[in-house]
């Protein structure tokens, strides 16, 4: 586990402009880290966390103390914010399956075709953002070449431009999907750590609803409803229940 303890510590200070408080609470954090001194880090963490700041170095450094004080739900659900901001960091990836092997449940997630898996990987390759700037620079694109179909003289080059306009467009639909769907990714709400040591998953809300399976700290889950304190979850392998809403957290 050297690991977690050589990669805190190299990971980029906050990356936007923050207060000098911020800044001094994050150098103290990361002292009192490479210290082993993990519950002032964290504390320390957290008052960067309360003041409004959202970073994945941040998430990551609070999984990586979580972890090393043994709150494994804890360091999961933190890793999966960073990662929600960082999908592409591969240490932020490494820690989160070290974690996930220490979890005592082995959910095996339902395969996808590979047309959706190429798509799911494609759209992740980029941020959001980039992929809406790319889809407004192939949509100028193709809107010009489309103009020099209307109005150009030549039979030849006329046609070669509404081919390439069709061409750019089509690129043009698919990255404004990679867009949304990116988006829609790193702001989905429905994504939950199971928190308690021993969390029953029932068969209807409420305490006569039939116990189905047992959860352990650290899986994660889907939430599909929510009813007054409980809520209706669904696993990576498809199977659905019920839960106390209090034996999970929200990673947003």
Request: aromatic share 14%; hydrophobic share 50%; proline share 4%.
């Amino acid at each position: 586990m050297k690991k977690f303890l050589l990669i805190a510590i190299i990971l980029p200070v906050i990356t936007f402009a923050a207060p000098a408080q911020i800044d001094s609470l994050w150098e103290r954090a990361n002292v009192s880290y490479s210290n082993e001194e993990y519950q002032e880090a964290l504390e320390l963490y957290k008052q960067i966390e309360e003041s409004g700041v959202e970073s994945a170095a941040l998430y990551y450094n609070m999984g990586n103390a979580y972890f090393k004080m043994n709150y494994l739900a804890r360091s999961i659900l933190y890793y999966e914010k960073a990662i929600r901001l960082d999908p592409k960091n591969p240490d932020i990836s490494y820690n989160l399956t070290v974690a996930r092997d220490h979890c005592i449940d082995r959910i095996e997630p339902v395969p996808h075709f590979f047309v959706s898996e190429w798509l799911r990987k494609s759209h992740q390759a980029l941020p959001s953002g980039i992929w809406a700037a790319f889809s407004s620079i192939l949509l100028v694109m193709a809107l010009v070449f489309f103009l020099l179909f209307l109005f150009a003289r030549g039979v030849r080059f006329r046609k070669m431009s509404f081919i390439l306009s069709i061409l750019i467009f089509l690129f043009f639909v698919t990255s404004t999907v990679f867009a949304w769907q990116s988006k829609k990714e790193a702001t989905r709400e429905d994504i939950a750590i199971v928190v308690s040591a021993v969390c029953p998953i029932k068969s209807a809300p409420g305490v006569q609803g039939k116990d189905l399976l047992v959860l352990h700290e650290g899986t994660r889950v889907r939430v599909l409803e929510e009813m007054g304190e409980w809520v209706r979850i669904e696993l990576e392998d498809g199977r659905q229940g019920w839960v106390l809403l209090h034996e999970i957290v929200f990673v947003y």
